[in-house]
Nanobody, 124 residues
Framework: QVELVESGGGSVQTEGSLRLSCATSESTFKDSCMAWFRQAPGKEREGVAHSHPDGRTIYNESVKGRFTVSRDTANNSLILQMNSLKPEDTAVYYC??????????????????WGQGTQVTVSS
């Protein structure tokens, strides 16, 4: 069973920054396509940033230039650095891991395992 543990959420003001981490096992980290998703109240879950083990990444247009996804190999963690946050970034952020099936348009494809989520709140 895949375990994904998110941390780093919180409350910030507009233009603030937060860093989310998703810790997992070494095998999951090395062998999985991993991604960050988010879900705002009343909205569907959407992909934020995807990371393939071979280094490929893809971002939601709404976060390009502000968010950066990376892999912390020392700690088997997927990182989401979020800068210049906006109120519309407010959501529960989820980490996901799945097979190495990649779409240049959508990122990680296939059935995923999910973390418990972490709340990000941006106030104006």
């Amino acid at each position: 069973q895949v375990e994904l543990v998110e941390s780093g959420g919180g409350s910030v003001q507009t233009e603030g920054s937060l860093r989310l981490s998703c810790a997992t096992s070494e095998s999951t980290f090395k062998d999985s396509c991993m991604a960050w998703f988010r879900q705002a109240p009343g909205k569907e879950r959407e992909g934020v940033a995807h990371s393939h083990p071979d280094g490929r990444t893809i971002y939601n247009e709404s976060v390009k230039g502000r968010f950066t996804v990376s892999r912390d190999t020392a700690n088997n963690s997927l990182i989401l650095q979020m800068n210049s946050l906006k109120p519309e970034d407010t959501a529960v952020y989820y980490c996901a891991a799945g097979p190495q099936i990649w779409s240049s348009r959508s990122g990680c494809l296939g059935k995923k395992s999910w973390g418990q989520g972490t709340q990000v709140t941006v106030s104006s």
